[in-house]
Structures are given as C-alpha cells and as structure tokens.
DNA sequence: GATCGGCCCTGCCCGC
DNA sequence: TGCGGGCAGGGCCGAT
C-alpha cells in the first residue's frame, strides 16, 4: 500500500541504481502489467530495448523515468502491492514477477514485483507541465504532491474550499493534492482533529492550512524513517510490513485508545473501505457530507 | 463540469 | 480440516 512516502523511497533507489543505464532486454511477463499501454507488453518491452532510463522522478504515487532523448518515459505505478527491485540476476524469480529489465552493463536487473497487480507500467510521451519541466501525458493530471517544491498552498486551499464533498474525499482526490492515500488521510485527520466527513466547503482557510501542515508532517516523518534503512543494493517497498515504523495513531487502530484522549478508536465504513478516527477529538460535524 | 459508485485483483484471515 | 466470504485499496470509467 505505497503513498507517497514510501513511492519516494522507491524513486530515490531508481535514481542511485538504475539511472544512466541502459536497457539491454525487457520482458513484460504478465498482460495486466502493461495494460495501460495500449500496443501491449511485448511492444512496450520493445521500444525500450537500448533505450537509456535517464533519471527518476515523480509526481504524488506515479515514478517515471525519462529515456534518452527525453521524449518519452517508462512510467510506473505501484498500485498496492507493486515492487521494483534490483535483483542479482541470479536471484529466483518471485512469484509475482510481471517484468524484468536486463542491462548492457551486465549489472543486477530491475524487476517488477506485484501480487495484487493493481500496478503497472507504460512508456508515454513527454508534454510539459504546469511550470518548465516535464510529465509523462498519463501523470498531466495529477496535481503536485506537498513535498513538491512548487506545490501551491494556496491554491490548494482555494480549490478544495470550493468542493461540495467531503473533506477525506477531498484529501485522496489526486487531481487536488497528489500522493495523500487511505493512511495518510486518516492520521492528517487525526492530528488536525477533523471528521472526513467535513463539508469542505464550511472549512475556515486557517483550519485547511493546519491540515496541510499535519499532511507534510506525517509523510515527512515517514520519508525521514524510511530512508534510513534504504541503504542496501535493493529498491523495495514492501506491501505487507511497509510504512516503516511510523507510528500509526488511528488508521487501523480500531478498539485501541487514542493516543491523545484514551477514547477506543472507530473504524467506519468508507468509499468500500475503511476509515479510523477518534470519536471524541474528531467529532461528526453537524451537517456531514454523505 | 463536478461528483460518485463500481470494478479490477489476489492472498490472508476469520467464522462456521 | 476445509471452505466461503470479507477485506485490503488506487485509479479509471461510466452514470448522474
């Protein structure tokens, strides 16, 4: 279940081991993992036999890396249970392996790793963004992450006063704020002492500001966690122990005191799935939004 | 145009 | 023990 920090995570370990090398032989293994490429897998693995992974970047959950001659890039989502790894070559193959990328350097692979196949890959055009750089067409919508330095906050607050929802839809809209999923949502909540169920159109601008501030704190913290035990030769995020040692304060807490009135936690039903919150500190407003 | 719900997928875990 | 069903959930797409 990758957000944002732990994509970050993944983004620096392509850019240290795959950046600059160039791709000697691909193999898309399973068709789900290429579906967003409308020419297929084989023909995605194609084009980018000895092209060069320039870089790595990222907006809110999708990575990318340029090719040579920056038109075009392989993009990648990691859905909730993908994985990019740099594998010895003599590493078995993982179960849920759905491609493998080898390189003319004859160094470890990239390979990549999905049970749940909710990721995927595609290569994609290059158009240019909202400022001077460049995205890949499929991520143009994606709005900047909080991390990003050009991330505007007030615009931000301006946008999302002007939605008739709820504030938790609002939080994991990545066409408003990129990068925010499930967890995220609820310990910003949580610490802003905010119900999901908010009108954000009745949120004053000073209490959408403070939510923004717990947002950047708790992905902060968990990027600051997680790239301390990023230092081996291996990019991973792992779907089932990840999220590092952040300690969750709510999301999945249910029946546990929270940590700031001692009131069991509630879990709730939410957009077919689940929501945590604490019933006293995030009291239901008045008029919630359904 | 904005908003919302359904769907995709697999492994784990719980209850019967 | 075995099996069925619930659950996890990001993003796309169609409906309203």
Redo the contacts with the bound molecule.
């Keep these: 279940?990758p957000?944002l920090p732990e994509v970050e995570v993944v983004r620096r370990g392509l850019e240290r081991w795959v950046a600059g090398r160039t791709v000697a032989s691909a193999e898309v293994l399973h068709p789900?993992a290429a579906r967003?490429h409308a020419e297929g897998g084989d023909a995605l693995a194609a084009r980018l036999t000895g092209r060069t992974l320039e870089a790595a970047s990222r907006r809110?959950?999708?990575l990318w890396l340029p090719l040579d001659g920056r038109g075009s890039a392989l993009v990648a989502?990691l859905?909730?249970?993908g994985q990019l790894l740099v594998q010895d070559a003599a590493t078995p193959d993982e179960?849920?392996l759905r491609a493998r990328f080898r390189f003319a350097d004859g160094g470890r692979e990239l390979r990549f790793v999905d049970?749940?196949?909710?990721g995927g890959l595609d290569l994609d055009e290059l158009v240019p963004d909202d400022a001077d750089g460049r995205v890949p067409a499929?991520v143009a919508?994606?709005a900047r992450d909080p991390l990003d330095p050009l991330f505007d906050a007030a615009a931000f607050v301006r946008r999302l006063r002007?939605?008739?929802?709820?504030l938790k839809?609002a939080l994991?809209d990545?066409t408003l704020v990129?990068g925010i999923?499930?967890?995220y949502a609820d310990e910003s909540l949580w610490r802003a002492r905010l119900h999901g169920a908010q009108p954000t159109d009745e949120l004053a601008p000073a209490r959408v500001r403070e939510l923004l501030g717990h947002v950047r704190d708790v992905m902060a913290e968990a990027l600051g966690q997680g790239g301390t035990s990023f230092d081996a030769l291996y990019v991973n995020v792992n779907g089932e122990s990840g999220y590092f040692d952040v300690s969750l304060a709510a999301?999945?807490q249910a029946d546990r005191p929270c940590p700031r009135c001692g009131r069991p936690i509630v879990?709730e039903p939410f957009?077919?799935?689940?929501s945590f919150r604490c019933p006293r500190c995030q009291r239901t407003p008045r008029r919630p939004?359904?």
């Excluded at 049970?115 to 909710?118: E, M, S």
């Excluded at 957009?271 to 689940?274: E, V």
């Design positions: 279940m957000e789900r967003r809110g959950k999708y989502h859905g909730m249970s179960t849920h049970q749940r196949t909710f499929t919508h994606i002007a939605r008739r929802t709820g839809r994991l990545q990129s999923g499930n967890i999301y999945g879990r957009m077919n799935r689940s939004h359904p």
